[in-house]
């Protein structure tokens, strides 16, 4: 089969750029190695900065976010026995919106699905071919098992860390910047009313804890722990006991309300860079390019800017016949994904217990200032509520 563009993977990267690329009448097909079932019950992300919110506002995807999302103004940052409140909007005009990935994934297959183009889902041995040459195809195998290949124009890498698009460039041309941190993070799924009407960033000598929600009725909380920590070390009593002791329950009057654990896990943290992110007729977007520790909530922000940045280069260079986008796409990409890695590092650099106390009191200095600073709290606010997708 002949497409214009080939998206190889249907996360939330994939399924945007799919619908970008429609709306300008760029014909598009869509593979992914997992069920519809498996990609809709991934639960991820929550936060959505000010500008990815415009943005799907302006290509129509945003009615459920702006009906059933919530719009916080700010977050709390917490250490023993202290709460701040940081303002995004009096700092700096703009707020974020709580709208679990989980539902923007259904609002992106069903925009899928009533633009009639293709998708391909459990698509086995994804290969990419030809990426240098003027007619790049990827191959596979369908849930039916018949071998398949799409020729095209492009291909977009959109499969995340583990997906075969970025092995497709070659070793003298790639190179990776890599973090990993000493640190997991233990999440947790709670039916149970969110105890903070916004998220809850808290510094504690046991380790870091963040109280965040994905809906009125459902809280999403995380804590700290080795990274070869065991689940199993990990009762529902003890994740209850240890959120308690670091979120401050019983301080001023503050209750965490406690409620039955829908799942848990531990995710490992790092931070990854791999440039290029265009290779030939290649382009990489999303966790196939980078990955960020999700203290700052960057990553599924970064996943839209990308491909906002690569459809508007898609369209010039397909439809209009003007390639300087899509040959910037890369440079101009790059320049925000360091900047939002940079503050990704940051703040997880800041409310992570590690080192002796002599870092501990460099941390617990710097969330002093930056609550008591005009200049620090706005810094922060700037990069949280989301710089411009251009940036």
Known sequence: MRTRVAIVGAGPAGLLLSHLLDREGIESVLLENRSEDYVLGRIRAGVLESSSVDLLE????????????????????????????????????????????????????????????????????????DIDADHPSVTFIDAGGTPRRVEAEVIAGCDGFHGPSRTMLPAPVQKVWERVYAYAWLGVLADVAPSTDELIYAWHPDGFALHSMRSETVSRLYLQVEPDDDIANWSDARIWD??????????????????????????????????????????????????????????????????????????????????????????????????????????????HRSGDDFDAQLQLSQLRWVVSSHAGASGLAENYAGLPIGY
């Open 242 to 351: 240890a959120l308690a002791a670091r979120l401050g329950h019983g301080q001023h009057g503050w209750t965490l309300q406690s409620g039955p654990v829908l799942e848990k896990s531990i995710l490992p943290m790092r931070s990854f860079v791999s440039t290029p992110m265009r290779h030939g007729r290649l382009f990489l977007a999303g966790d196939a390019a980078h990955i960020v520790p999700p203290t700052g909530a960057k990553g599924l922000n970064l996943a839209i800017a990308d491909v906002t940045l690569l459809s508007r280069a898609l369209v010039s260079w397909l439809r209009d016949g003007d390639s300087g986008l899509a040959e910037a796409y890369s440079e101009t990409a790059l320049r925000r994904v360091w900047r939002c890695t940079h503050f990704s590092w940051w703040m997880t650099s800041m409310l």
């Open 58 to 129: 302006e290509v129509g995807l945003a009615d459920r976010i702006r009906a059933e999302g919530k719009q916080h103004r700010g977050i709390y940052l917490q250490w023993p026995h202290e709460r701040h409140h940081l303002d995004f909007v009096e700092h700096v005009g703009r707020s974020v919106w709580i709208y679990g990935q989980t539902e923007l994934t259904k609002d992106l297959m069903t925009a899928r699905k009533a633009a009639g183009q293709r998708s391909f889902y459990e698509a086995a041995d994804v290969r990419l071919h």
